[in-house]
């Protein structure tokens, strides 16, 4: 099941793990109830990983911060960390329940549901890049 879930093709994923989705939507402020931006993965994890980040990227704010004296430009979103949310949440889903994960952006935070699990929240917070 694990290779499945992170390497299978769309129809192997349809066939055995219908459930197995992954759905990202962007929407302009939190008490939006319409996406502006709304894509769906139904394939293996590691085949969209990185169209996944991109797409979060595209929107991934700058943002100055010091550090004593200098000023770095430091992304809200750091990579690393986005990523390991996005895997954990995958991985560790109950796959038995039939409720994608759902990936929302928004100007100041990523969040991720995986319906009565546990989810992960990215607030938009660039000093986290740092440590």
Request: glycine fraction near 6%.
């Amino acid at each position: 099941m694990a290779a499945l879930i992170l390497l299978g093709k769309p129809a192997a994923v349809s066939r055995f793990l219908a459930q197995a989705e992954v759905v990202f939507e962007y929407r302009g402020s939190e008490a939006s109830i319409e996406y502006q931006q709304r894509l769906e993965y139904r394939r293996g994890y590691l085949l969209f990983d990185d169209e996944l980040w991109g797409t979060i990227n595209l929107r991934n704010e700058v943002q100055p911060v010091r550090d004593e004296m200098v000023i770095r430009q430091l992304p809200a979103f750091n990579e690393g960390v986005v990523r390991e949310g996005l895997l954990n949440a995958i991985c560790h889903r109950d796959y038995r329940l039939g409720e994608s994960v759902f990936v929302r952006q928004y100007p100041s935070k990523l969040e991720g549901d995986r319906g009565t699990c546990l989810s992960f929240v990215f607030p938009l917070c660039p000093l986290c890049s740092l440590w």
